[in-house]
């Protein structure tokens, strides 16, 4: 995280950012103010002045960097950073493989945000010895987007409390609208080849909390297990709901149609949602939600209703 300059900057700050500052474990010592960060590896990040170069290692993190208002110090992105459009401009420093060393070292990045789920321990040491600081970051759970913006925010030696609250107001009244509603079975495809579902506290199952609705394999070992087709068969849940499993809903409705046993493909249950609002951990997440609400909500009452005709 970022920290001001001088001390007289600091305490101008808000209080809920000197509270940021707290619960992330920043001291700052000395006439030159520096900060130290425990990341999500437990790895203690040291910042000596608010970085001015950052380098995404993640989509999600691009995002989370442009939304804190740092666009312009992002000097480097990770492969499908597509959002917001100016990052798609910004050199790829990071992909399927991992970090572009070469090419992260040439921008000279004096702050590199880093995913856990997608960087080995090993390639956190390289990074260590060719940067002044890298954060990495975990995102499970929608509480992970507002403490995450708090980092980066602090990082960068901004107040990112509005967008916070903007945020939790939203899921707040999300939660309300659809509290109490008929719970829906479905089952939640990331991926066709192999099936492959999420699972535990995971955001996206939040996200199916949240509008009422649950995930038939949310039980299963590891985040993101294969499922049989035998498994799901036995389970035969009423909704298929697809995010990222597709290039679009066309395609997704294509790729189910051989499987009209099932009766969520017989009788057209089947709802796809945009990843970019749901796979991804960010401020667009609380209207992806929404949408997933909508779809569900229409299917709750097409449910309902053919148990009224029998």
Not at 194 to 220: D, K, Q, W, Y
Request: charged share 25%.
């Amino acid at each position: 995280m970022k920290i001001c300059r001088r001390l007289s900057a600091f305490i101008r700050v808000s209080s809920a950012f000197i509270c940021v500052f707290i619960a992330f474990g920043i001291t700052q010592s000395g006439a030159a103010s520096s900060i130290n960060v425990k990341d999500d590896l437990g790895r203690t990040v040291e910042l000596r002045e608010p970085a001015q170069r950052i380098a995404t290692l993640a989509p999600f993190l691009t995002e989370l960097a442009f939304s804190s208002g740092l666009g312009r110090r992002v000097v480097g992105v990770s492969a499908y950073s597509d959002y917001p459009p100016e990052a798609k401009r910004l050199p790829r420093v990071a992909d399927a493989n991992g970090p572009l060393l070469e090419t992260l070292a040439a921008l000279h990045p004096d702050l590199v945000l880093a995913w856990k789920d997608s960087i080995r321990p090993e390639e956190v040491e390289r990074l260590a010895h060719l940067v002044p600081a890298v954060f990495v970051a975990q995102a499970r759970t929608l509480e992970d987007v507002p403490r995450l913006l708090a980092a980066i925010g602090a990082l960068a030696g901004v107040d990112t409390g509005g967008e916070t609250r903007a945020y939790e107001a939203r899921l707040a009244e999300l939660r309300r609208t659809y509290a109490g509603r008929r719970a829906v079975p479905v089952f939640l495809e990331i991926w066709d080849r192999p099936l492959t579902t999420i699972s535990g506290r995971h955001f996206m199952n939040e996200a199916l909390a949240t509008c009422g609705a649950r995930n038939v394999f949310a039980a299963l070992p590891g985040v993101a297990p294969e499922v049989s087709w035998e498994a799901l068969y036995a389970r035969d849940p009423p909704v298929i709901l697809g995010v990222g499993s597709a290039p679009d809903e066309a395609a997704f409705r294509a790729n189910w149609a051989q499987h009209r046993t099932l009766s969520a493909v017989r009788e057209g249950r089947l709802v796809f949602i945009s990843p970019d609002r749901l796979q991804r951990p960010t401020l667009r997440t609380p209207d992806g939600i929404a949408e997933l609400c909508k779809a569900i909500d229409r299917v709750r009452a097409e449910l309902a209703a053919a148990k009224d005709t029998r």
